[in-house]
């Protein structure tokens, strides 16, 4: 899927003084010693930026109540703390924070030497540094919500967060900047990729690239996550405008909508799990009663219960063919909660159904029609987020939809011990890695 062409950026500094300040303060360092000139050049880089890894949203998949972790030694060793939310925990796998701010620091290059870039027509150029613009955002918007209070918890976007990063200045000390910053910080990267961006859509194999159909899906999910139900609602218009298909579970030939190859593939760039840690999850009896006789997407998404009582993941195999950030049936979701909590319940259960008529077989569809036609409004959004949980299921979207909702008490019992996140812990927001705070002290405050 990727022709990936391995291009750093040394920039003007030299190679110690680089690697010393990125150590102690961000604890990143690029590495090589080719300084892109042409569009070809930085698109390689860019394309180096896309091809970075980054499992955090699955691996906190494993924090919900819909996941498990695999009986087995070594999953129970690389993922045993993180399933139980152990703080600080000192072994097994440990949540990113380098790759978050190398991706940060490659769309910053990209942004500065704009106007250096040669050999390339001006609409190529602004195409990519929209991209960079998309990217910058994108990145602070997952690490503020892995290690920032969520934003619409009662005075969250006073409280600090994660490092806002926004040049390439070297000397610059890093610390903490607040919730609120950093949603501001995003919002204005989208509107500057708006501005730059001008594919509406990329041949498959390169729709992992993002476009300005893409962007109008960030904007929704970031003003969803915000609480702005009016603007979430409307950038989710806007894409259902330009791009409304879904898959049909009814049809023989349909796609796992969470393939790049999918009808519904608005940008194709993460895999949010890695073919260790989706071995390693197991969906619970407790998700699976969540589906409903007639619910196409159970045997599609979930296989045979085994003998510990849980069941093997089928939706996601950890291989690139599952890459999926942004797809058509999420924005139908975002459009309907937010319509819902605007008391637009026509509006609301319109998007809602023509989701539910994909996914279930005919006649469950019509008894669910019955049911959400006569839904007051508080049934109808708990009806939209429980649709959330079932359609959006192994795509690292739960834990986030947990935190800026209700934050539930969740209870998980491990040989007989029960173990409680209780309702509001301050355990829904992660603490930054050891790593990253012995390099940098700065991050403790």
């Known amino acids: 899927m990727?022709?990936?062409k391995k291009i750093?950026?040394?920039?003007?500094?030299?190679g110690s003084f680089f690697i010393?300040?990125?150590?102690?303060?961000?604890?990143?360092?690029p590495t090589g010693k080719v300084i892109p000139n042409s569009l070809e050049e930085y698109r390689a880089l860019m394309t180096t930026v896309y091809s970075e890894s980054l499992t955090d949203r699955g691996l906190c998949d494993m924090r919900t109540g819909d996941i498990t972790v695999r009986n087995d030694e070594y999953d129970q060793n690389n993922y045993r703390d993180i399933e139980r939310w152990v703080p600080n925990y000192t072994s097994g796998t440990e949540f990113g924070w380098i790759s978050y701010y190398e991706n940060i620091y490659y769309s910053n290059a990209i942004i500065n030497k704009k106007d250096e870039i040669t050999q390339g027509t001006q609409e190529d150029i602004n195409q990519l540094v929209g991209e960079a613009y998309f990217m910058r955002g994108y990145m602070h918007f997952l690490l503020v919500n892995l290690y920032g209070q969520p934003y619409t918890k009662e005075g969250a976007p006073a409280t600090k967060a994660v490092p806002l990063k926004l040049t390439l200045d070297l000397e610059e000390?890093?610390?903490r900047n607040t919730v609120g910053q950093i949603y501001l910080s995003i919002l204005s990267d989208i509107d500057n990729a708006r501005k730059l961006i001008n594919k509406e859509q990329w041949e498959?194999?390169?729709?992992?690239?993002?476009?300005?159909?893409?962007?109008?899906?960030?904007?929704?999910?970031?003003?969803?996550?915000m609480g702005e139900w009016q603007k979430a609602y409307d950038a989710a218009e806007r894409v259902i405008a330009k791009k409304s298909t879904l898959e049909d579970y009814n049809s023989a030939d349909f796609q796992l909508p969470t393939l790049y190859t999918s009808v519904e593939s608005i940008s194709a760039y993460e895999n949010?799990?890695?073919t260790t840690s989706i071995t390693a999850s197991q969906a619970t009896e407790t998700f699976v009663q969540m589906f409903q006789d007639g619910d196409l997407r159970l045997a599609k998404y979930i296989g045979p219960v085994n003998t510990d009582g849980n069941y093997p993941i089928k939706k996601n195999e950890g291989i690139s063919k599952?890459?999926?950030?942004?797809?058509t049936s999420e924005l139908y979701l975002n459009s309907a909660e937010a319509a819902a909590r605007l008391n637009q319940l026509p509006e609301a259960r319109n998007r809602l159904l023509q989701l539910m008529e994909k996914r279930y077989t005919p006649a469950a569809y019509e008894q669910k029609e019955t049911e959400v036609n006569n839904m007051n409004q508080a049934d109808l959004i708990t009806e939209i987020l429980n649709e959330r949980a079932r359609e959006l299921a192994f795509e690292g979207h739960r834990w986030?939809?947990?935190?800026?909702?209700?934050?539930?008490?969740?209870?998980?019992?491990f040989n007989e011990q029960t173990i409680i996140l209780q309702q509001d812990d301050v355990r829904y927001t992660l603490q930054i890695p050891l790593s990253a705070t012995s390099a940098n002290p700065n991050l403790k405050d």
């Open 400 to 413: 986030f939809d947990l935190r800026r909702t209700t934050r539930p008490e969740i209870k998980k019992v």
């Open 20 to 29: 010393t300040s990125c150590s102690n303060f961000l604890d990143i360092q």
């Open 173 to 175: 000390v890093p610390t």
């Open 272 to 274: 949010v799990y890695s």
């Open 8 to 14: 750093y950026i040394a920039l003007m500094f030299a």
């Open 204 to 225: 498959t194999g390169y729709n992992y690239r993002f476009t300005t159909i893409a962007i109008d899906a960030f904007e929704s999910r970031v003003h969803l996550y």
């Open 322 to 327: 599952y890459k999926c950030s942004f797809r």
């Open 2 to 4: 990727y022709k990936t």
